[in-house]
């Protein structure tokens, strides 16, 4: 969860809840200290702007290249993207899709929508829309899988992965553990999403000496995600 910026408190719990400690990324020595990345939602040109000044642009295309698993959701997949329609937006482009900004419409049209994603079970996904972004292509090595009103909202090229929606805001672990399940492992290690598997994600706010909120000391009953108001986001 690169965290310069964005829903960092709710992933965290998530992973938490799924027996993974979350690290914080700030620096590239952070960075090289992780095995996979999530970037949450937030303000993408802003977020773009930050990973230039820290100096953790290139460092992480080269880690995505190498194999490195990357997760970006709302926001992120924008960021993760070869390109946006419609606008001259810097990108990582490591994930080959064009994005529109706001495509559902401004925060007024943000909703609760059941997502069937056959990759997760039965059972529909509760795909909280803010804001929320499209695919408007997707290339030929992008598995599209979910939509919604004939987009899709849930796309991945091998190691990486965008999701137009927060899962971080619901209680539903189903996509979490599917991340985790993309990490490589090691002699020894288990691979089931229950496991702890050490360190997997980014997060942290460039602006404070550590974690945001109470994610250094999370209160013992939390097993999940705490839903907030929407915010501004992409």
């Known amino acids: 969860m690169l965290a310069l910026q964005g829903d960092v408190v709710e992933h965290v719990r998530v992973l938490r809840a799924l027996g993974a400690e979350p690290l914080a990324v700030k620096t590239r020595e952070d960075l090289e200290g992780v095995r996979a990345l999530i970037v949450p939602g937030g303000e993408s040109t802003t977020v773009i702007r930050l990973l230039d000044r820290f100096g953790l642009t290139e460092p992480l295309r080269s880690r ?14 924008i960021v993760a ?3 946006v329609a419609g606008l001259e937006q810097k990108t990582l482009g490591v994930l080959d899709v064009t994005v529109r900004r706001n495509a559902f419409g401004r925060q007024i049209a943000s909703a609760e929508v059941p997502l069937a ?8 996904f509760p795909g ?5 972004p499209w695919v408007e292509r997707a290339g030929p090595g992008v598995e599209v899988l979910a939509t919604l009103a004939d987009h899709p909202v849930f796309v991945r090229q091998g190691n990486v992965m965008g999701t137009s929606f927060h899962p971080e805001l619901t209680d539903d672990v189903r996509l979490h553990a599917y991340f985790l399940r993309m990490l490589p492992y090691g ?22 000496a550590g974690m945001p909120g ?9 097993s999940g995600v705490i839903p907030r108001s929407p915010g501004s986001r992409s």
């Open 128 to 132: 909280v829309f803010i804001r929320a």
């Open 81 to 83: 993207a070869r390109d």
């Open 214 to 222: 109470d994610i250094g000391s999370p209160d013992s009953s939390d």
């Open 187 to 208: 002699a020894g290690e288990a691979s089931g999403a229950g496991d702890a598997i050490g360190p997997i994600v980014a997060a942290g706010l460039v602006s404070g």
């Open 117 to 124: 994603i056959p990759v997760l079970g039965t059972d529909p």
């Open 64 to 77: 995505v290249a190498d194999g490195m698993p990357f997760w970006g959701t709302c926001m992120g997949m």
